[in-house]
Every structure is written in C-alpha cells, then in structure tokens.
C-alpha cells in the first residue's frame, strides 16, 4: 500500500483537485483500517473505483455496479461547481445571500456569530435585543426562546452541532445540565460558529421523531436558467449511541410522497418500515410539496451560476427552512435510491462530466 501522501502525489497527476485528492485518499485510508470490511472485497471495490463503504449499501441484486457513479470519478470532479461556491459553502454569508423578501420566512433566524474577537449579534437578533452587551444579550435571548442551534459556519453532515437550552429556570447544552457561565465557556472556546433558531419538526412530523428530518433535494442547473430537480430522500436523525447514522427513506421529487426507510451503517443498510422510538410508519406526504419545489427553483435562478447542489431543508410548522447547501453532495445515500449512471438526466450529465476529465 503507497504511503498517504505519495497515493495523493498520483492522484493529482491523474487530474485530482488537491482538495479532492485529500479527501479521496483519507477515505481510502480509513476504510483500510476499518475491520469491519473484508480484506478482498474492500481491495477489489477500491481497485474499481468504489469506496468499500458506499458499495455496500447499495442494491446489486437489482442493478450492475455500472450504473453507479464511482467515488473515484466524482471526487476526480470536483469542483463542479465554480469558485461562487463559496457564497453558500459559509452559512453566515448564505443567510445574508437569502435575505430579503424574495425568500422571506425560508431562512432560519441568525442571531449571533462567534468571532476570535468575541461575540458578535446579527441583524435577526433586534426583534429580541434589549441592547445588552453581547454575552448578557446571548443568555437573554437563549431564556426567552429556549433553545438555540449552534454549528460551524463552514461544515456539512451535522457536524459540530449543538443545543443550547434554557427550562425550568436551568441551562443546559446537549442536554446536559450546566451554570449560565457553562455557556458562556462554551461560547467563548468555539470560535466561527453561528447561533440560530432551533428548529422543531412540523407537527405531522412530530409523530415520527422529535428531531427535525432533512429533506435532501439534489439539483442540476447547467445553464443557469433552468434548475432541475433530479432525486432526494428523507433523513432522520438517530439520537447519539451505537445504532445506525440515520434513517432515510426515499422521496419521490414529483410527488413529496416518501417511503422505504433504511438504517445505514458504516458497511451495511437494514430495511426499515417503521422508526425504532416513536414505531411510526415511515411513510407519508411532504405538505406543501410544490411550494418547496418553487422556492427550490427560484434559488435556483437566484444563484445561477452554480450548477450543481444539494440543497437541505427542514419542515416546520412555520413551513420550509432552509438548512444548508451542499456544493459537492454525497452521492452515497443517493445511490441507494437513484443510481446516477441509471438513466435520464443525471446519467447524461455525469457521463459528460467523465468524458471531459478524459479528454
């Protein structure tokens, strides 16, 4: 096995962003340190051009590896989208980017971001500021509303996310209970993060989980006129212990109708009709469907000039919030349900993709 660094060396000559040949080699790596993979299968999937890991999860028995995009292809393209990609990569200026009336009520509110310099209030924040000093105004605000979202401005997948809770006159974070000067601490030592609403999931969503689902939407918008909208799922998150990443179920984009949930572990994926907490149906209509699709399309538009995104949404009772957009989406879970060299649209658009990295 080459050493880590001279695999990326080969990488780059084959045409690999030096970003990408990083991130690409670093999952080859700890995929071959990973004992749950067997020694042949995860050597002869890496040869093809396949993580171990997403080949696993996907369904052979219904169709031939061909029709899956490899990894080794994808992450050879990245970018593909151009440097503009920065705009919403960063989620505080993707809250300024949505600003306005044209997405009124889509954003989720941003109140504070986390600057090496300290604290610093964001123009959502004045329908609650009293015009205390920024730590003081922080603790108000988190009283008044009870909870709090905290994640790195820059990130994707969840990660570094956090609550911050205030009930029953006690503070807490992650559910742990601490003192009003815990908070402060934990504020002060996680620079470059901003401080949103919560979000609780819609009612109808409630039944199923108390955390608020992910409707993933992958987009194409080429020319820049025309965004389409070319698979996505449903995610649930699973709460912290030694049970699967998530729950997904599929989501059929025409309709909003979403079905057949699977728990996706690291090398394997288990059918699930019903979730493991609440023992609700994994199975429903996403309300207001169309609506989500027109705003999809209209930022779309809005951001012409990226051509290729995932875009996540979550339901509320207020309507569709956006969380995050993905400029270089996991194509992993997608496959599961849409193989992108299957057919139609996405296998037109990725095989010209492939033709121009060769040529």
Known sequence: MLDNRDFQKELLAEGFSEKSAIWYSSYLCAE??????DYNMREKYHRLGFLISSVSVYDLNKYSLQVYLKDYDYFKMFPLN?????????????????????FDGVMPKYYFYK????????????EFSSGEEEEAAFLAL??????LAGKPANGSKGR????????????YINQESCLDEDVIEWIRSHNNFVYTEYLSPAMVMASISDYVPSIRLVVINENGD???IIGGYVRFKQPI???????????????????????????HKEKVDYHPLSHQRLEGQLENFETLLDIVRSMGRYISCLE??????AYTDEGYKLMEINTHPSIRLLQIFHPLLFEGRTKEYFEKKIRSMND
């Not at 600057?115 to 004045?126: R, Y």
């Not at 988190?142 to 909870?147: A, D, F, P, T, V």
């Open 32 to 37: 071959n340190s990973n004992i749950l993979f």
């Open 82 to 102: 151009s440097w503009q990609r920065i705009w919403v990569n960063d989620k505080l200026t993707l809250s300024y980017i949505f600003r306005g009336e044209c």
């Open 115 to 126: 600057t090496e310099k300290g604290l610093m209030k964001l123009p959502d924040l004045k």
């Open 142 to 147: 988190l009283r008044e509303r009870g909870n």
């Open 160 to 171: 570094g996310f956090c609550i911050l809770s205030y009930k029953n006159k006690s503070y």
């Open 226 to 228: 025309h965004p389409e």
């Open 241 to 267: 212990g030694p049970v699967s990443d998530d729950i997904i179920c599929n989501l059929d984009v025409q309709t909003g109708y979403y079905n057949g949930g699977y728990s996706i572990f690291a090398d």
């Open 308 to 313: 290729y995104l995932g875009y996540d949404f």
